[in-house]
Nanobody
């Protein structure tokens, strides 16, 4: 089992950048596939990005391709999401999610049993 804690959210102007971090507390983080999801007010939670356990395979939602990069540092038990060229429509609570013993990426929220508490990202126009 793993506990996930996100950080790095905040308020940024359109066109700006933020780097989200997700720290995993548990001994087997390196075997987890990880993902980032977001939920805007009044909307359903949506997939943003995913990375496999080694970090050599990533997958992105079309809406964020070219602007968001997911990465991981297994030695630090962290996964990151670098967000550039932010838009007001990126405003949401961002969640990291983990799935153990998984060598590929996953894009559906029901495929992840472990979730963080979320971090708010607000992009002003």
């Amino acid at each position: 089992q793993v506990q996930l804690v996100e950080s790095g959210g905040g308020l940024v102007q359109a066109g700006g950048s933020l780097r989200l971090s997700c720290t995993a507390f548990g001994r087997t983080f390196s075997s987890y596939a990880m993902g980032w999801f977001r939920q805007a007010p009044g909307k359903e939670r949506e997939f943003v990005a995913a990375i496999n356990w080694t970090g050599d395979t990533t997958y992105y939602a079309d809406s964020v391709k070219g602007r968001i990069t997911i990465s991981r540092d297994n030695a630090k038990n962290r996964v990151y999401q670098q967000m550039n060229s932010l838009k007001p429509e990126d405003t949401a609570v961002y969640y990291c999610a983990g799935r153990p013993n998984s060598g590929r990426t996953f894009v559906s929220d029901y495929e992840y049993p472990y979730w963080g508490q979320g971090t708010q990202v607000t992009v002003s126009s």
